[in-house]
């Protein structure tokens, strides 16, 4: 076991792992195989010698008054004996290191090869924990990879983050996009596991609102910086977004920092999602106001709320508007207020035949009146 410091900086270097990580799992180790070998009762202890570079075992060995009736010779040692074994003073209670010779343990050749086998797997079990806490603390945060490969039957897709496999299932991709093998993506992770067979498993997603919410966060500076926050956000993926933003400061406009000069930093984001057109509105306190600003950019002459359920009142010119095309905008502000819109048509329109079929009616009760 000499200079097994200098082996365990170079494995520590080529995992990527701390010195410390991997001193533990040989020390654990050694212990297994020490128990398995030796005696499993007693209690071994694995140091290492930082001058040497090398590694001692002991067993370890509490010191007892001879007066104890009860031993347990694989943990315990009579003051007596202590005393006559040490130099120094030994007092009771305290617990005494015997060194055993590694190389004089008689391990053969097979038992060598299963503790390195050991070592090796215990060191990919503790490099894949790392990766997944690492990963875990990224999980609805946006990650970048490289398509590594593409399913010909499934289309989803493989990409390759910092050493890491991760697959973009094709329902998590923005409807028409399509990637080649070389490529760079960028894509929110939506969810990390460990499979017993199979290690850990990465899910991403480029259809998550969260992946909006990120982007956005990576061009306005003022959303990073908290000036503006992120209420709520729906999206049918590469078609139309609706973003509800507030501001947390008077002399920031939550929407128009947002869009940006000419639209700039939406346009921005946009492009990264195909093309899906974004609207930001303004986020309220107050339901109702809220109701109507999520229905721009239709407008809306009255909100009522029962239950779970808006009511909105509009002019007949505006149904199109608040429906949007393929229903698209009603839709998105649906989802956005997690809760059911109703349409009620009260406008200008309405009205004119209400006064027209009241006027209908007077005359023919005037024409019978004269009749009579």
Known sequence: MDKILDIIEIIAYEKGLQIDIVQNIIKDEILKLAKSVIDKNK???????????????????????????????????????????????????????????????????????????????????????????????????????????????????????????????????????????????????????????????????????????????LEVPEISDGEISIIKCARIPGIRAKVAVHSNTPRVDAVGATVGVKGIRINSVSKKLCGESIDCIEYSNIKEVFIANSLSPAKIKNVKIEDSRAIISINSDQKPKVIGKDGINIRLASMLLEMEIKIDDIGEDKVKGIVNENKESSEELFQSLFKS
């Open 43 to 217: 209690n071994f202890v694995v140091d290492f010698d930082k001058k040497d570079k090398n590694i001692k075992l002991f067993y370890k060995l509490k010191v007892i008054s001879d007066d104890e009736k009860n031993i347990d010779f694989n943990r315990e040692i009579y003051l007596s004996n202590a005393n006559s074994m040490e130099t120094s003073n030994i007092l009771v209670g305290d617990e005494i290191l015997f060194e055993l010779n590694i190389d004089e343990l008689g391990l053969n050749r097979s038992i060598i090869s299963s503790l390195l086998k050991d070592i090796e797997n215990t060191i990919e079990k503790s490099i894949e924990n790392q990766i997944f806490d690492n990963l875990k603390n990224n999980i609805g945060k946006i990650v970048n990879g490289m398509v590594i490969y593409i399913d010909k039957k499934s289309e989803d897709s493989i990409i390759e983050i910092d050493g890491t496999r991760a697959k973009l299932p094709r329902k998590n991709r923005i409807k028409g996009e399509k990637f080649e093998v070389g490529q760079n993506i960028s894509c929110i992770l939506k969810n990390i596991y460990i499979d017993k067979k199979y290690g850990i498993q990465i899910e991403l997603s480029r259809t998550t609102p969260k992946f909006l919410e990120e982007l956005l966060k």
